[in-house]
């Protein structure tokens, strides 16, 4: 169900602050204030907003209509299977894809896919890969596609490690503050490019709190921004230690890689995902995250800057509903859902699912054989 409570940011004529931070304030007397605590955070981002995944209040508002009413005759008539690859491919220039589920299914690569991406290559089209888990950076992305034998750039892989660094670079975070990271290696690597400091991550990952009678535990006042992602080695040192950050140091940032509720360790089960970690921060400072992964706009509306795309002329490619699928209409483009990762087509069609892709197909390669039909 949709939430009509704004969640993470807002834009107003000279700043974007995340709307239920301290420094966000509701009053424009509060809100200079903390302007004027942490210039840093007065600066607008030169992207569109960023927002949860049941969250559609802060989209603009042509294009919420346009969505909101997407919603409503979608809803009503369900997406059709996709017969004509080719209609779609000509009428894009870019296809993003998700990776678990589309590409591969944990390290396995799912049949069919490098055939497809050179024939996408062939055909003139742009690339892209992204991926919500954060506990990588762009280089180990890298990594695990040449791995799987697929020629993929480093440029054309946004991983929500790297998106949380380019967020903070975006606002121009101050040279002198400091991240305070309950995540993995990914987000410390891409904060390390982005030359920016930070504590925590893994090396936390083994600190107890040991109560006695008077016992306090400091931190540190020049963290300007606490970052959460998917975390192996979540434990109750990280939440009390990124919650002071956020109660105690004025302006600071909360920052989510993702809010996905569940993931994919094995493919035995499903796995409590980023969205656990983000919830515990939630829970004791009682703050909305800003999230920079799917399904906000923020990774759309920086790959669209960065390679100067239309949106219109985007293909979304992925297999989940509420963020991959979200993820493309939140940004104005074409979505394809592939039925070869977590999501099914009697989930697709169940009345109660209220995102409704453009098309649906069982894999990425029913390209090449919807292709051949057609030819
Ligand atoms: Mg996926």
Redesign the pocket.
């Known amino acids: 169900m949709l939430s009509s409570r704004t969640v993470v940011a807002v834009a107003s004529s000279s700043s974007f602050l995340p709307l239920s931070h301290p420094a966000a304030a509701s009053t424009s007397a509060s809100a200079s204030a903390a302007a004027a605590s942490y210039p840093f955070l007065n600066r607008r981002l030169a992207f569109s907003k960023c927002h949860t995944s049941r969250d559609h209040s802060i989209i603009p508002k042509p294009q919420r209509s346009r969505v909101m009413e997407g919603f409503k005759t979608r809803a009503a008539a369900a997406a059709p299977q996709l017969e004509d690859a080719d209609a779609l491919i000509d009428s894009v220039e870019t296809f993003i894809f998700?990776?678990?589920?589309?590409i591969w299914k944990g390290d396995k690569l799912i049949d069919g896919v490098p055939e497809t991406l050179d024939m996408l290559r062939s055909r003139g089209k742009r690339l892209v890969f992204v991926t919500n888990n954060s506990t990588k950076s762009r280089k180990q992305y890298g990594k695990k596609f040449e791995t799987l034998g697929l020629n993929v750039n480093e440029e054309e892989i946004f991983a929500s490690s790297f998106a949380a660094a380019a967020y903070l670079k975006s606002i121009d975070f101050p040279k002198d503050k400091k991240v305070y990271v309950i995540g993995e290696e990914g987000i410390l690597k891409e904060l390390d490019i982005a030359g920016i400091q930070y504590l925590g991550g893994p090396e936390d990952g083994d600190k107890k709190i040991e109560l006695k009678p008077g016992y306090f535990l400091e931190h540190d006042k020049d963290v300007g921004a606490v970052v959460v992602g998917f975390d192996r080695y979540f434990n109750y040192y990280k939440v009390q230690y990124g919650t002071l950050c956020i109660r105690e140091n004025p302006g600071c940032l909360f920052i989510a890689t993702n809010r996905d509720a569940v993931t994919h360790l094995t493919d035995a089960q499903e796995w409590a995902g980023g969205g656990s970690m983000v919830g515990a921060v939630l829970g004791s400072t009682k703050q909305e995250p800003l999230v920079v992964g799917k399904p906000s706009t923020f990774m759309m509306d920086y790959l669209a800057k960065e390679f100067g795309i239309t949106k219109s002329q985007i293909c979304m490619v992925?297999?989940?509903l509420d963020t991959?699928i979200l993820f493309g209409q939140n940004g104005g483009c074409k979505t394809l859902l592939v039925l070869s990762?977590?999501t099914s087509l009697s989930t697709l069609q169940s009345p109660t699912n209220s995102i409704q892709p453009d098309f649906y197909t069982n894999k990425l390669s029913d390209f090449l054989s919807l292709k051949a039909a057609a030819v």
């Not at 998700?98 to 589309?102: A, E, P, Q, T, W």
């Open positions: 998700d990776c678990d589920g589309v992925g297999d989940r991959d990762g977590v």
